[in-house]
């Protein structure tokens, strides 16, 4: 991927795609989502502590209580509908 990227909007992107997938809704807090995306925006979010770790085996991550809010948020900010 080129440097010249904005990596904090692709991180955005991602996280509302994430927010998009959701497969599961632990009841303590957070949730799950299919984790097939670019694995250094993936990385990115996990150093900001809004996903699990993406390198493991589970095919899906955990989104962190902060995480599941600021993907619900890009998410509408992103694709939400304007009116």
């Not at 589970?58 to 998410?75: F, I, M, N, Q």
Request: with cysteine; net charge negative.
């Amino acid at each position: 991927m080129s440097d010249d990227l904005a990596n904090d909007r692709i991180d955005e992107a991602v996280l509302a795609l994430l927010y998009l997938n959701i497969c599961e809704r632990p009841r303590f807090g957070g949730a799950r989502a299919w984790k097939s995306f670019d694995w250094d925006a993936m990385d990115r979010l996990h150093d900001k502590d809004l996903i699990s770790d993406p390198a493991s085996k589970a095919k899906s991550v955990y989104l962190t209580d902060e995480g599941l809010a600021r993907a619900e948020a890009a998410c509408q900010r992103l694709f939400g509908d304007d009116g």
